[in-house]
């Protein structure tokens, strides 16, 4: 089977393809320097097939010297943050994040030139559709629409032009793939995040599903929302985005193409809140809540257009918000539980 190169192999998403590349039969080289969370043991730490490296992935050498023997490459490192993130780490998202992705593109070129290197997949996000007005969002309105307007946005879309630059002067095969809202395991607070407070509890990551859950197992009510909670979101389950990545890394049809990779069911955060209320309190408490000013790049809408995955790669999302819900809501209570939410 092949080899592959993944940047950002100890994150949220990271962890998610890890097990599935490793079940796939792939060698797995991960590579991440636990900016994010520290240091955290994975079930897949001792596998055979997988080698973890603590190391920058902005260092081109150290990417290039990785990258040997390898068949693939996925760009999947970024300092990356809820919407906290987005304001209190505007420029350092802007500037770590182009010297991350030109470090891995910048190696990937040497490798493809030697013959080596098959493909990159760039691992970018939903975000660069930040400023769509019509939905579904399908691929290629990111090209048609005003820029985002945050600098997260706005460099996540930069790597959608490194990877076909890349390809237009080098001749360097990528794959685009663009996770929607991830919902699953593995998420705490971040080291370094700006301390957020939403009523009486501190957000951990600023990301909508696990913060609501720890507001409402640490008993906030009636429960702080952001704006008025008609902000729609498309929640996919991290695994499912992972089997979306795998497939479209080694599709033939996916070479020098972009894909939505999410469900696209469609909550409103204020659904997302009441249903996970009800899944914990089991109608033993009313639900109650409360609007807090919502920040700057709450986008309002997000919904994409999944059909090309469908059609090109055979890629559905399978799992649904209540299921996903069922097995995040436990394990963010035991996290609570032991400091780390």
């Given at each position: 089977?092949?080899?592959?190169?993944?940047?950002?192999?100890?994150?949220?998403?990271?962890?998610?393809?890890?097990?599935?590349?490793?079940?796939?039969?792939?060698?797995?080289?991960?590579?991440?320097?636990?900016?994010?969370?520290?240091?955290t043991?994975?079930?897949?730490?001792?596998?055979?097939?997988f080698?973890?490296?603590?190391?920058?992935a902005?260092?081109?050498?150290?990417?290039?010297?990785?990258?040997?023997?390898?068949?693939?490459?996925?760009?999947?490192?970024?300092?990356?943050?809820?919407?906290?993130?987005?304001?209190?780490?505007?420029?350092?998202?802007?500037?770590?994040?182009e010297?991350?992705?030109?470090?891995?593109?910048?190696?990937?070129?040497?490798?493809h030139?030697?013959?080596?290197?098959?493909?990159?997949?760039v691992?970018?996000?939903?975000?660069?559709?930040?400023?769509?007005?019509?939905?579904?969002?399908?691929?290629?309105?990111?090209?048609?629409?005003?820029?985002?307007?945050?600098?997260?946005?706005?460099?996540?879309?930069?790597?959608?032009?490194?990877?076909?630059?890349?390809?237009?002067?080098?001749?360097?095969?990528?794959?685009?793939?663009?996770?929607?809202?991830?919902?699953?395991?593995?998420?705490?607070?971040?080291?370094?995040?700006?301390?957020?407070?939403?009523?009486?509890?501190?957000?951990?990551?600023?990301?909508?599903?696990?913060d609501?859950?720890?507001?409402?197992?640490?008993?906030?009510?009636?429960?702080?929302?952001?704006?008025?909670?008609?902000q729609?979101?498309?929640?996919?389950?991290?695994?499912?985005?992972?089997?979306?990545?795998?497939?479209?890394?080694?599709?033939?049809?996916?070479?020098?193409?972009?894909?939505?990779?999410s469900?696209?069911?469609?909550?409103?955060v204020?659904?997302l809140?009441?249903?996970?209320?009800?899944?914990?309190?089991?109608?033993?408490?009313?639900?109650?809540?409360?609007?807090?000013?919502?920040?700057?790049y709450?986008?309002?809408e997000?919904?994409?257009?999944?059909?090309?995955?469908?059609q090109?790669?055979?890629?559905?999302?399978?799992?649904?918000?209540?299921e996903?819900?069922d097995?995040?809501?436990?394990?963010?209570?035991?996290?609570?539980?032991?400091?780390?939410?």
């Amino acid at each position: 089977m092949s080899k592959i190169l993944l940047t950002g192999s100890a994150g949220f998403i990271g962890g998610y393809l890890v097990e599935e590349l490793l079940s796939r039969g792939h060698s797995v080289v991960g590579l991440d320097n636990y900016s994010k969370y520290g240091k955290t043991e994975r079930s897949y730490d001792d596998h055979p097939q997988f080698t973890g490296v603590v190391g920058d992935a902005a260092d081109p050498k150290l990417m290039y010297e990785l990258l040997d023997g390898c068949d693939y490459l996925v760009a999947g490192a970024a300092k990356i943050g809820g919407i906290s993130y987005f304001h209190a780490y505007a420029y350092d998202l802007l500037a770590e994040n182009e010297r991350i992705i030109a470090a891995a593109m910048d190696a990937a070129i040497r490798r493809h030139q030697e013959g080596s290197l098959q493909r990159v997949a760039v691992i970018s996000s939903s975000m660069v559709f930040e400023s769509a007005t019509t939905f579904p969002s399908k691929e290629g309105d990111e090209l048609k629409i005003p820029p985002p307007h945050s600098s997260y946005g706005f460099q996540k879309l930069a790597t959608e032009y490194f990877a076909r630059a890349a390809q237009i002067q080098y001749g360097v095969p990528y794959v685009i793939v663009r996770p929607f809202n991830c919902v699953g395991l593995g998420e705490r607070r971040a080291l370094g995040s700006a301390e957020i407070s939403s009523g009486n509890v501190q957000l951990a990551m600023s990301h909508v599903v696990p913060d609501l859950v720890q507001k409402i197992l640490k008993g906030q009510d009636p429960l702080h929302i952001l704006g008025d909670g008609g902000q729609i979101r498309c929640y996919t389950y991290g695994a499912d985005i992972a089997r979306g990545i795998a497939i479209a890394l080694e599709h033939p049809d996916a070479e020098n193409e972009d894909f939505n990779i999410s469900t696209p069911v469609a909550t409103t955060v204020l659904e997302l809140a009441e249903t996970i209320w009800d899944k914990i309190y089991q109608g033993e408490k009313p639900f109650r809540y409360v609007s807090d000013e919502p920040f700057t790049y709450d986008v309002q809408e997000r919904i994409p257009d999944t059909t090309k995955a469908r059609q090109v790669l055979g890629f559905e999302a399978a799992t649904s918000l209540d299921e996903m819900l069922d097995e995040v809501i436990p394990w963010i209570s035991q996290q609570v539980e032991l400091g780390t939410i």
